[in-house]
């Protein structure tokens, strides 16, 4: 099929290799805002941005009716409002706070652990999130991901907060540190033990292998849809 890469850097380069490699044309690399004539009549759209940009880029791309698969982290605020578009212009969109197989595991047996949790008053909960230097939003939007995961399934919780753990709020802490690909872990401590489920990314590979997976996923789809309508968890 056909892709066009809205946003070309880090994660732009890694899927436009291995979106060729399963067989796909990628017909646009584009790392300014996309419009009927740079896109190049692409079946899906790839967009990995930046949080400042990726609101107008998705806008763009549901105006033009092309599915999207983004994967910029840092601007779910506006995300009801590309959701409402998404229907009004009668194609697709998939946002994923992360793409890759191995979290959205964790994802799932996160929120399995928050439940059984939930009766347990011996253990207090935080997030710790570790990525490279050049990431420009804190916290990562696969930690909110688990904390919204933690909240959802524990009424301990009813919110998170970044670097500060607060009566009901859930502590995120976000660590910035060399050239990480992306660390998560959550810790449950007592006074006499500690449990912890952590995600370790070797690499960006997985990330965009599930992007890639999605949009061949989403060609012929309409509405909105999550990495685990894709996987089926
Ligand atoms: N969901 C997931 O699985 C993952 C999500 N991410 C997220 O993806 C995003 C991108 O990550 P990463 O690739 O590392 O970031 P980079 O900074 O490496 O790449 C961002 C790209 O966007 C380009 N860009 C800047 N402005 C615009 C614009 N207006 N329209 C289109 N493109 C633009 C940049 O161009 P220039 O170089 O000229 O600035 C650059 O090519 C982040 O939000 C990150 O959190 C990252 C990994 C996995
Ligand atoms: O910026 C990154 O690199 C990553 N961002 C995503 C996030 O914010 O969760 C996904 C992954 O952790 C890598």
């Not at 979290?103 to 399995?112: H, Q, T, Y």
């Amino acid at each position: 099929m056909k892709i066009a890469l809205v946003g070309y850097g880090k994660m732009g380069k890694i899927i436009d290799e291995i979106a060729q490699k399963r067989g796909h044309e990628v017909v646009a690399r584009l790392k300014e805002t996309p419009t009927t004539e740079n896109l190049n009549n692409p079946d899906v759209v790839i967009e990995f941005s930046l949080p400042e940009a990726a609101f107008n880029n998705i806008k763009a791309c549901l105006e033009n009716k092309i599915p999207v698969i983004c994967g910029t982290t840092g601007w779910l605020e506006q995300k009801e409002e590309i959701e409402k578009l998404t229907v009004e212009n009668g194609t697709a969109f998939l946002y994923g706070s992360n793409f890759s197989l191995g979290v959205n595991l964790f994802f799932a047996l996160n929120e399995k652990l928050a439940a059984l949790m939930k009766n347990v008053d011996e253990y207090s909960c935080q997030l710790e999130e570790i990525h490279h230097i050049h990431k420009k939003d804190a916290p990562s939007g696969t930690a909110i991901s688990i904390a919204e995961g933690i909240i959802k399934n524990n009424s301990k919780f009813d919110a998170w907060k970044l670097d500060e753990t607060q009566n009901k709020q859930l502590g995120i802490f976000a660590i910035r540190e060399d050239e990480v690909p992306g660390t998560h872990s959550v810790f449950y401590r007592s006074e006499v033990d500690e449990i912890e489920i952590k995600h370790t990314a070797f690499n960006r590979n997985g990330f965009a292998l599930g992007a890639v997976v999605a949009a061949e996923w989403i060609k012929d789809k309409k509405g909105n849809f999550e990495m685990k309508d894709v996987l089926g968890l």
